[in-house]
Nanobody, 130 residues
């Protein structure tokens, strides 16, 4: 069973920065593709960013491109999401997700779909005030 624990959320003002972390319990973290999703009040959970297991490919939701950066440290079993220029509309619970999507073609096709991931963290709240 893979456990994912997010941290780093909080209350910030518009324009501020935050870095979220997600620590995985399993020993094959480096073989798993990882992603961040978020869910705002009254909305469906949505894709934010993804990174492949080789740490060579990333994807971003359009509204966060240029502001958010997803990264991973396979030596620490940790996934990161660095969020700059935060906006009130970024307010949500942020979740990390993990699974093995297969080869790069499959990752490229399915990385943004939450159904691709079996393992999820409990989430961390990010609130951005205007």
């Amino acid at each position: 069973q893979v456990q994912l624990v997010e941290s780093g959320g909080g209350l910030v003002q518009a324009g501020d920065s935050l870095t979220l972390s997600c620590v995985a319990s399993d020993t094959i973290f480096s073989r798993r593709d990882m992603a961040w999703f978020r869910q705002a009040p009254g909305k469906y959970r949505e894709f934010v960013a993804a990174i492949d297991r080789t740490n060579s490919a990333t994807k971003y939701e359009d509204s966060v491109k240029g502001r958010f950066t997803v990264s991973r440290d396979n030596t620490k079993n940790t996934l990161y999401l660095t969020m700059n220029s935060l906006k009130p509309e970024d307010t949500a619970v942020y979740y990390c997700a993990s699974d093995r999507l297969g080869n790069f073609e499959r990752w490229n096709q399915f990385a943004t779909n939450e159904r691709s991931y079996m393992y999820w963290g409990q989430g961390t709240q990010v609130t951005v005030s205007s």
